[in-house]
C-alpha cells in the first residue's frame, strides 16, 4: 500500500535517516526502519503545503534556520501518536483507585503532609488525566478534609494539549467510561460529551519533553506517575534515562504507571512489580531502605 501523499516528495533510504536521527535527537522518539512510509505519509503533507521539492531541501532550511521552534514543534504535532480513550486499561484505573489511592493518601496522613501530585507524562489528547480527576473525586469523600491534590499532564504534541484543555470529546472516546461516570463528571455535547468544570479545574496542562531530563527538577516530587504507551516509542538509551529521570522524580514507596506492552521494558531494579486481583498493575519505587527486585501482591 502507498502511503505517500499525492503531489508530495517521496522520502529516499538516507533522508529517512537523517529526519528519523533529528527527531531522535529532539525528542526521544526513534523510528525503526520498517516506520519509514509512516514518516514519510505523516510529514509528506506539511513538506507540500510548505512548497519544499524534497525532504532533503526541507531538512536543509529546518538546519538553516537554527532548529526553528515553530517548525520542530510541527514535527512532533505531526509524528506522535494521540489515539486514547478514557478508562483506557480498566484494570489499571481500579488500582489506581483501590489500591494505589488510599495507601497513598495513608501515608501523607501519617507524615503529616496535606498535598499529593499525580502526573499524567504523555497525556496526549487529554483522557487519561481526566480520568485519573474523576477516580480523586470519586475517592475524594474519604480523604482528610484538607487535602490537596494536583494533576498535572504534560505532552510533546501542543495540537492534542489544545483539545485536551477543551474538554470536549465523542462518544466513542467515553465508550469506556462507566455510565455512572459520565452522568456525574460529563455534560452531552452535541453528538459526545464535555468534561464538567470541576474535572478540568483539577488539571494542569503543560507542555513537556520527556527527553529533557533537565526540566524533571522543576516539577517536584510526584506519588504518582502513569506514563503509558510512551515509552515504547523511544530508543533504549532514551527509555532507560526517561526511566531513571522517573525514578528521581518520585517520592519513595511512590507508584508509576506504564503500559502492558512496556513491562518487559522495565528492568530498573529500583522498581517493585506490583498486582492486583492477579494482574500486573503498575511499579513502586523502592524505599530508601529497599532497593531490592520485588513483587508485590494484593
Known amino acids: 500500500m502507498n502511503l505517500s501523499i499525492a503531489g508530495a516528495p517521496g522520502l529516499t533510504d538516507e533522508e529517512f535517516r537523517i529526519l528519523r536521527d533529528y527527531i531522535y535527537r529532539r525528542s526521544g522518539m526513534y523510528f525503526e526502519d520498517s516506520k519509514k512510509f509512516y ?12 512548497g ?24 512532533f504535532n505531526t509524528v506522535t501518536t494521540t489515539e486514547t480513550c478514557f478508562y483506557r486499561n480498566a484494570p489499571q484505573m481500579q488500582a489506581f483507585l483501590n489500591l494505589v489511592l488510599p495507601e497513598v ?9 496535606r498535598r499529593m501530585k499525580i502526573w499524567s507524562a504523555g497525556c496526549s489528547t487529554g483522557e487519561e488525566p481526566y480520568t485519573l480527576a474523576m477516580l480523586v473525586l470519586e475517592a475524594a469523600p474519604s480523604f482528610p478534609s484538607d487535602l ?9 504534541n501542543r495540537n492534542a494539549m489544545s483539545v485536551a484543555e477543551r474538554g470536549v470529546y465523542s462518544a466513542r472516546a467515553a465508550q469506556r467510561l462507566p455510565v455512572e461516570f459520565k452522568d456525574r ?13 470541576d474535572v478540568r479545574d483539577m488539571v494542569n496542562f503543560r507542555f513537556f519533553n520527556l527527553a529533557n531530563g ?6 517536584g516530587k510526584m506519588d504518582v506517575v502513569f506514563c503509558r504507551n510512551v515509552l515504547i516509542y523511544f530508543a533504549d538509551a532514551a527509555r532507560k534515562k526517561a526511566i531513571e529521570d522517573l525514578s528521581r522524580v518520585l517520592n519513595p514507596s ?22 492486583y486481583n492477579g494482574r500486573p498493575v503498575c511499579y513502586k519505587l523502592a524505599s530508601s531502605k529497599d532497593s531490592s527486585h520485588r513483587r508485590i501482591r494484593h
Open 254 to 275: 511512590s507508584f508509576l504507571f506504564v503500559g502492558y506492552s512496556e513491562n518487559a521494558l522495565m528492568l530498573s531494579s529500583r522498581f517493585s512489580l506490583v498486582h
Open 185 to 197: 463528571y460529563m455534560t452531552p455535547h452535541g453528538d459526545g460529551f464535555r468534561v464538567n468544570r
Open 148 to 156: 490537596r491534590i494536583e494533576i498535572m499532564a504534560t505532552d510533546i
Open 105 to 113: 493518601v495513608g501515608k501523607k496522613f501519617s507524615s503529616g503532609s
Open 214 to 219: 533537565t526540566r524533571y527538577i522543576n516539577f
Open 52 to 75: 519544499s521539492r524534497s525532504f532533503s531541501q526541507y531538512f536543509m532550511e529546518l538546519q538553516q534556520s537554527g532548529g526553528d521552534t515553530a517548525e520542530v514543534q510541527e514535527i
Open 39 to 50: 514518516l514519510e505519509h505523516k510529514l509528506g503533507g506539511r513538506l507540500k503545503e510548505l
